[in-house]
């Protein structure tokens, strides 16, 4: 049937597969899955509806099948993905309604406006390189970016700096990272407002290397990301490394600890798909690494006091003690156990936060008071 509209992946970051359009009691129906592109967890989606034709439904409902096989998914109140019509602003959509099938499926949709020409749809706010750019260029020359390697793709693999550092400098260092789990946007969001406190800050600043987009091929992909085939690239910090991407960041790293008094490495994800309580961190665990989950506990009050009370979980310093399917470390693990450096993992919801429908803007005020707490911790002690 022609319904007037068609769906296309191919565009930044294109995710969805699955996809039927159809008509529907007078309304043009999207329907779609999240891919898993080859990975055992699926989450991340991301698509263009493009209409055709003049005419045909003036509404549209997009349709999600299987969002109980999302990591985290299956509370279609929670969902609140992102559109953005003719290359406009991005907006939420209203919460998601459940539809039960009569063999115990069910489907979420949400109903909206159809587009003159192409309406864009994604789980969270997309971020990739065009954000890193344009970050870099409102720096006024404050963000540095260059390679540091290539991804397992052969993909440029960037890390923004606010200095070079000398050696045997006692400038406090930080050591930033994001997107190892290639569809967790909401970090992205929330390191993007760290970066951008440095910047309006610059006078206190900490010497700070950042690698924002990790798994730049799984970004460009449009993967998820999370436990994807071959290696997770946050559980191939072994010695040696299983990702290429890992190789290059622990080169980096060993760059940047001679050209600072290293002090904190962050490492930024998105949780399960319906989570809302809050940003939380995770804190090594407790039975292998007493002492560092001691001083962990220390690192997690600061940053919780910084995102107290808008954006902080009530269960916000969390062990981590969850199933693995990789036996090799974290990042965070192993700024602990190699370079005996403080480090923490921070989760970002993709949509609420204690009741708040999260916009770009929120998860930049939240990384601007983590930035601001950072800075105080390591220049005053």
């Known amino acids: ?26 309304l043009t129906e999207v329907v779609f899955t999240p891919d898993p592109h080859g990975g055992p967890e699926c989450l991340w989606f991301c698509f263009r509806v493009i209409r055709e ?16 096989n999302m990591l985290g998914g299956g ?31 069910s489907l979420v949709t949400w ?25 870099v260029r409102d720096s006024s020359g404050y963000w540095h970016s260059g390679s540091i390697g290539v991804s397992q793709g052969g993909r440029p693999l960037a890390r923004l700096s606010n200095d070079p550092g000398g050696e045997g400098s006692e400038r406090p260092g ?8 290639s569809g967790e946007t909401p970090g992205s969001w929330m390191l993007d407002g760290f970066l951008r406190h440095a910047m309006a800050h610059k006078e206190i600043s900490p010497l700070i290397w950042a690698v924002p987009l990790a798994n730049i091929d799984g970004v460009e992909a449009g993967d998820y990301g999370k436990d994807n085939f071959p290696y997770d690239l946050n559980r191939a910090w072994g010695e040696p490394p299983m990702r290429h991407e890992v ?82 470390p974290t990042f965070t693990k192993y700024c602990w156990d190699r370079l ?11 949509a609420i936060t204690k009741g708040r429908v999260m916009t770009m803007n929120d998860y930049r005020d939240a990384g601007e008071r983590l930035a601001a707490a950072v800075f105080r911790k390591v220049t005053e002690g």
């Not at 789980?123 to 890193?132: E, L």
């Not at 940003?279 to 560092?292: A, G, M, Q």
């Not at 005996?340 to 993709?350: D, F, G, I, R, S």
């Open 75 to 105: 509370k279609a109140e929670n969902m609140r993905p992102v559109i953005r019509y003719e290359d406009g602003a991005w907006e939420r959509l209203g919460p998601g309604e459940k539809h039960l099938m009569p063999d115990g499926r």
């Open 53 to 68: 034709v003049d005419g045909g439904s003036d509404r549209i409902r997009l349709v999600l099948r299987h969002g109980g």
């Open 340 to 350: 005996v450096l403080p480090a923490l993992t921070l989760e970002v919801p993709y």
């Open 111 to 135: 109903t909206m406006k159809a587009p003159a020409t192409g309406m864009d749809v994604a789980y969270c706010y997309p971020y990739g390189p065009a954000d890193i750019a344009a970050l």
């Open 174 to 181: 930080l050591y930033l990272v994001s997107r190892q789990h």
């Open 247 to 328: 190789l290059a960041i622990m080169n980096d790293i060993q760059r940047w600890k001679k050209r600072c008094a290293p002090s904190l490495a962050l490492d930024f994800h998105a949780p399960g798909a319906c989570e809302t309580e809050g940003i939380y961190v995770y804190l090594p665990n407790p039975k292998v690494s007493p002492l560092e989950h001691s001083e962990a506990h220390r690192w997690a009050a600061v940053v919780q006091c910084a995102l107290a009370p808008e954006y902080d979980s009530a269960d916000f310093a969390r062990d981590a003690t969850y199933p693995e399917r990789w036996e090799t």
């Open 1 to 26: 049937m022609n319904t007037g509209f068609r769906v296309s992946t191919d565009i930044p970051f294109g995710n969805a597969c699955g996809i039927m359009v159809r008509e529907n009691a007078g």
